[in-house]
């Protein structure tokens, strides 16, 4: 599968954006997504992952109740809804999928990734 990342940019402290994924390629629904970000001078690390069928969401700690992820299984995109925004979420966001029935955290799980797209949030 081959993942095209869009919909970063520059927003204001407290603003919204909103992140999609859209992968190419068969059987979209066999795989589990997920988005990591990665700031400059820190390693990559979990934001928050979606089970096949859109049932089951895990986020990390420092974006639960202000993100959500979502799916739509019929336009093979995946999707991250970010409300609230902090000068801390300031990275570069990637999407990632495997071939998996359980959501994970870590980034070797993952065996496909898209080109990230930069979010930046002004202060």
């Known amino acids: 599968v081959q993942l095209q990342a869009s919909g970063g940019g520059l927003v204001q402290f407290g603003g919204a954006m909103r992140l999609s994924c859209a992968a190419s390629g068969r059987s979209f629904n066999s795989y589990v997504m997920a988005w990591f970000r990665q700031a400059p001078g820190k390693e990559r690390e979990f934001v928050a992952a979606?089970?096949?069928?859109?049932?089951?969401?895990n986020y990390a700690d420092s974006v639960s109740g202000r993100f959500t992820i979502s799916r739509d299984n019929v336009k093979n995109t995946v999707y991250l809804q970010m409300n609230s925004l902090k000068p801390e979420d300031t990275a570069v966001y990637y999407c990632a999928a495997k071939r998996a029935v359980l959501e994970g955290v870590y980034s070797s799980e993952y065996d496909y990734w898209g080109q990230g797209t930069q979010v930046t949030v002004s202060s």
């Open positions: 979606i089970s096949r069928g859109g049932s089951n969401r």
